[in-house]
């Protein structure tokens, strides 16, 4: 077995218990913006759909490179604002101030 | 160093290392603020700054790969524009979606891009596969490229056709409703011999492009299979499983290539979408496998009028309702998914500031699956500018139900319903409010129509419990003008 394979699944595995240990601690108020962020972390599937446009040299390569590119750039960027979104709602409370900032955004 | 030997870089040697090395580092950098990011979730006050941070990593992660890219040297002009249009336009259509969608809709924004990151994490795979084949003469496909291209393949195109469904049936234009294909277990053991079969053939050393492709088509299928059935409130367990979902497949998109930050994010999603997918599964005392296998969770509430009134029922007015509330000590509103397809979150709010500017103490009582999505219906809340502080899980609230006056249940119904804990029927050991264990109850409820259990809530024909039948909308405004015309507002 080639050892940059052994490397990765090592990596893979301690990412995941890191993960578990972080997000276990997340509380059920904020599981959806948890959700929503994961979401936009998974984006990074963008530097994927960047080096495989690197690499395209002919029209399959090209096509395949843009549906990845449209893709994953609507999730990152998405996924990033959503959440904002999401989570100043959750901030409005301690600085009432922000309180109407926030509102035209907030209220459709 | 890793990135030399990637399969996506191996046809061309870079004479710095050191360059490399260095985007490696950078990657790093942005998974550390990834981890860090998903840490600062951990409260409501620093969440926001996590997910700043986390968008930070993502930007020192797309900035890297960009300069790596100039450097190697190996991109087209077309390559280009390719990379600079897609991106571009997805990112505009993201951001579109993201300041324009409502929060009652959410559910379904989350699933469209668990399908639009699970699809771009199998056309990689895809394209990686592609144009390694395509290479004339070239050697068979190293094993560790193909295996993972095989599972990149299957699980991104799983989610992004089952996501497709979910987002379908919780915007409305697909039943949600369990639809159950006829035949479809016998068609989804057909695809997944297909699959097998396919998967042997490329293991075999055979450098088919085709062959992965057909895979690919034969996925896209399966989800379609695998989310029909499944009925609408089940969307909590199928959105955070499609989740852990895309996580893995963005993974083993990370194996294909050979990068780091894509297995280190993949891995972080996929632990977040197990634990949330087992939390609901939880909170609906239902395996996994369970909901999969689908046929539960039938349509929505309001479809079986007048059913099964069998007990005694007291129905209230809104005056009765006003001077209850009013003359409370203590009152917990327990919202459910109705008060939000009826877009009372606002009349909620406005009803409990009433109540708090005399003097009675309000909570809310949140069961884990109240709503479309984990935590949905928090955000709608927050929405309505509820505090979180008021938010109460159902651990938490449980204890104070025996000293609240009255419980105002608003659009929930089976997470109430006592006869959860005795064995024998639908919702039984499923962990429920304790709704009926308040001095008094109100329920505003349009009939007596069954939950998605489809059986008697026995919290409606108990005799502290008052119906309330109206909309949930119409319902609370009613109470509200009753509260400020009776007892009076300064």
């Not at chain 2, 336009?89 to 809709?105: D, K, N």
Request: hydrophobic share 55%.
């Amino acid at each position: 077995m080639d050892t940059s394979l052994i490397t990765d699944v090592t990596i893979f595995v301690l990412s995941l218990l890191v993960g578990f240990e972080v997000i276990s601690k997340v509380p059920q108020t904020l599981h959806t913006p948890l959700m929503s962020a994961a979401n936009s972390i998974h984006g990074v599937v963008i530097v994927g759909a960047f080096l495989i446009a690197s690499t395209a040299h002919n029209t399959v390569g090209y096509v395949l490179a843009f549906i990845a590119a449209v893709f994953a750039g609507m999730n990152v960027v998405g996924g990033y604002a959503v959440t904002d979104r999401m989570l100043q709602m959750f901030q409005r409370r301690p600085a009432p101030a922000a309180k109407e900032a926030t509102e035209q955004g907030g209220n459709s | 160093m890793g990135a030399v030997t990637a399969s996506i870089m191996f046809h061309f040697v870079s004479p710095s290392y050191a360059f490399e090395d260095g985007i490696t580092l950078i990657l790093l950098l942005a998974a550390t603020c990834f981890v860090i990011g998903l840490h600062l979730m951990n409260a409501p006050p620093t969440a926001n700054h996590g997910n700043r941070l986390s968008a930070v990593g993502m930007a020192v992660a797309v900035a890297a790969t960009l300069a790596l890219i100039a450097h190697d040297g190996t991109i087209t002009t077309t390559g280009w524009l390719m990379l600079a249009v897609g991106g571009v336009l997805g990112s505009g259509i993201g951001l579109y979606l993201a300041r324009s969608v409502e929060m009652t809709a959410m559910p379904q924004l989350v699933s469209l891009f668990n399908a639009v990151g699970g699809g771009a994490a199998a056309l990689v795979a895809i394209a990686d596969f592609v144009r390694l084949a395509g290479i004339a003469g070239a050697p068979t496909i190293a094993a560790r490229i193909s295996v993972t291209s095989v599972l990149d393949v299957v699980i991104g195109a799983v989610t992004l056709s089952g996501s497709i469904v979910a987002a379908g049936k919780l915007q409305g234009f697909i039943p949600s409703n369990p639809i159950v294909i006829p035949g479809g277990r016998f068609i989804n053991l057909v695809l997944a011999l297909a699959l097998c079969a396919g998967t042997g053939y490329i293991l075999s050393g055979a450098n088919s492009d085709i062959t992965l492709i057909g895979i690919a088509i034969a996925a896209l299928v399966m989800g379609v299979i695998m989310v029909m059935p499944i009925g609408g409130a089940d969307m909590p367990v199928v959105i955070s499983l499609l989740n852990a979902f895309t996580g893995t497949a963005v993974a083993m998109a990370g194996f294909v290539i050979n990068s780091l930050g894509l297995i280190i994010a993949g891995a972080l999603v996929g632990a977040s979408g197990s634990i949330l997918t087992k939390l609901m599964a939880d909170a609906m005392n239902r395996s996994i496998l369970n909901i999969v296998a689908g046929g539960f969770g039938t349509g929505d509430t309001a479809s079986v009028i007048g059913a099964g009134a069998t007990g005694q029922v007291r129905s209230v007015g809104a005056d009765d309702v006003a001077i209850q509330l009013a003359y409370a000590q203590k009152v917990i509103i327990v919202p459910g998914y109705g008060l939000a397809a009826a877009h009372a979150q606002h009349s909620v709010k406005e009803l409990a500031d009433l109540l708090e500017k005399r003097g009675v103490e309000v909570s809310y009582a949140i069961h884990p699956v109240a709503g479309r999505m984990p935590g949905h219906m928090n955000v709608l809340l927050a929405e309505a500018e509820v505090p979180y502080e008021e938010l109460k899980t159902m651990e938490e609230i449980n204890p104070e139900f025996p000293r609240a006056d009255v419980a105002l249940v608003i659009g929930a119904n089976d997470v109430t319903n006592p006869a959860a804990r005795r064995p024998g029927n639908a919702v039984s050991g499923m962990p429920i409010l304790d709704v009926d264990k308040a001095k008094s109850i109100i329920v505003i409820k349009r009939s007596m129509g069954y939950g998605y259990a489809g059986i008697d809530n026995e919290l409606y024909t108990d005799p502290k419990t008052g119906m309330f039948f109206a909309d949930a909308q119409a319902g609370l405004r009613a109470i509200i003008a009753a509260v400020k015309t009776l007892v009076g507002v300064d």
